[in-house]
């Protein structure tokens, strides 16, 4: 299992740590709001992350297979999920520590997650890589695998809620906050145009 364990964290850093909608949207989060912010957002996030991550684990790529309109339903309703947060910060003033125009709830990071097509196609690539149809002990895999998948990304989050907090503290004017904000929504509007034209 350590083998297994150690390969599927290799596997998953670059893929974990590169600009996604989720990434971004925390760093934004953790830029404007601080840290603390956005700790209700990802705990909706890594719970839907292990909780799809099963069910994907578990079969529901026969039901993806069934309906082949669903990926691409996703992706236009993650595309302009992500543009109405992009919206939010674009009209976002200087850091907001309180329940403010950013406030982002546990609901609202699920609801990224399930949108988000980034993370449908990592985890159908890392089963496709960890495991193999009927395996013995498939059950356990998929728990496992599923486990690390969810952990390996709430560090990265961790990082880039960080990173954006710096950046917040660094532009503390309401002038640069501004400017911050403007750049942060800009970027996400760059995520959303990509998820629509991949």
Do not use: C
């Amino acid at each position: 299992m350590f083998e297994l364990t150690l390969a599927l964290v290799v596997f998953l850093a670059p893929l974990a740590w590169s600009p996604g909608p989720g990434n971004s949207v925390f760093a934004a989060i953790g830029a404007h709001s601080g840290f603390r912010a956005s700790l209700a957002p990802s705990l909706g996030y890594h719970l839907a992350t292990w909780g799809v991550t099963l069910a994907l684990g578990f079969g529901f790529f026969e039901v993806q297979a069934r309906l082949p309109g669903l990926f691409e339903a996703i992706r236009y309703a993650g595309a302009a999920w992500v543009l109405w947060i992009a919206w939010k910060f674009w009209r976002a003033g200087a850091q907001d520590t309180g329940g403010g125009a950013l406030h982002a709830t546990a609901l609202d990071g699920a609801v990224l997650l399930l949108l988000n097509p980034k993370a449908y196609l990592i985890i159908a690539l890392m089963f496709s890589q960890f495991l193999t149809p009927g395996q013995e002990g498939a059950a356990l895999l998929v728990l496992w695998i599923a486990t690390v998948f969810t952990l390996n990304n709430l560090v990265a989050f961790l990082g880039w809620t960080v990173l954006g907090d710096a950046l917040g503290r660094l532009f503390r004017t309401p002038v640069q906050a501004r400017r911050l904000n403007a750049g942060f929504a800009l970027s996400l509007v760059a995520v959303a145009f990509w998820m629509l034209l991949r």
